[in-house]
């Protein structure tokens, strides 16, 4: 049988329904928080828990990237193989897709892609909601084969922020960023990295879905001028990969998320921490 291909790395609710069936695909429902849960979803998805089993247990920090024998075990139990074809979405639009995507990619899988405008998408299209998968699926073949650089940890942050060519993009809000409000995680410093850009995961959408290629480009390029790297960070990993999914529909290919994101470089620290607004770079 022969794989299935994506178009890209966003996928329209028309193109899901029309390969729902395939065998080879698996769609995986990767909602996070209290969007997670058992109301019908996408007709036999899989739950890629990014809170549970699919994040390191033995990190202190939230949404940390599990090691390549654990990713490996985890997607074989999701009944991913060599030869699959992976769509992720969830139950808010395009918020935590992004990261089962980004984390794919890392562990060498390309064949995977975020569905646009996620399960409010599908729903408003009129089609058809169901039931998570019944059981276990078949155990996949999956291999994770980690490909070093694509996420990275606070030491080459504070490189990148040194790099005339690189940019260090911040998806919090732009309160956040600013250190105008508390952290919705205890004990976390208000503020920004010294030298990071803000740019809020929503302003690459526009109602739940992600925004133009064309547009992609001109609001990354009017903020990084002309740096083609770019690391990208958030609170805790998650929406920072929509920066990185944006960017990648805008055409940048050397791209990283930073895991820890805000989650680490806000604890107390040596670490830098800036507040206000940042000045353009």
């Known amino acids: 049988m022969a794989a299935l291909s994506v178009p890209g790395p966003l996928v329209t609710v028309g193109w899901l329904a029309e390969h729902l069936d395939h065998p080879g695909l698996v769609v995986l429902d990767a909602s996070v928080g209290a969007a997670a849960g058992d109301d019908p979803g996408i007709p036999g998805a899989r739950r890629f828990d990014v809170d549970g089993p699919l994040s390191d247990p033995s990190s202190p920090l939230p949404h940390t990237m599990p090691g390549a024998e654990r990713f490996t075990r985890e997607l074989r139990a999701l009944g991913v ?111 920004h990295m010294p030298g990071a850009l803000n740019l809020p995961f929503g302003d690459l959408q526009d109602a739940g879905r992600m925004r133009p290629a064309a547009e992609l480009r001109a609001l990354f390029a009017d903020l990084v001028g002309g740096r083609e790297r770019l690391v990208v960070s958030c609170g805790s990993g998650v929406t920072a990969c929509v920066l990185a999914l944006g960017a990648d529909l805008a055409g940048y290919r050397d791209l990283a998320v930073y895991d820890g994101s805000w989650s680490e470089w806000g604890l107390p620290s040596a670490l830098p921490v800036q507040t206000g607004p940042a000045s353009r770079g």
């Open 81 to 191: 193989g060599g030869h699959s074809t992976v769509v992720a979405y969830d139950r808010l639009g395009i918020y935590s897709a992004a990261r089962a995507w980004w984390m794919l990619r890392a562990m060498g899988f390309d064949r995977a892609a975020v569905l646009d405008g996620g399960l409010p998408a599908w729903t408003a299209a009129g089609l058809p909601p169901g039931r998570a998968a019944a059981g276990p699926p078949p155990a996949g073949d999956f291999t994770a084969r980690p490909r070093p650089g694509l996420i990275v940890d606070s030491a080459a942050v504070v490189r990148a922020l040194a790099e005339d060519g690189t940019a260090v993009l911040d998806a919090r809000t732009r309160e956040r960023f600013a250190g105008e409000v508390e952290e919705p995680r205890p004990g976390l410093r208000r503020g």
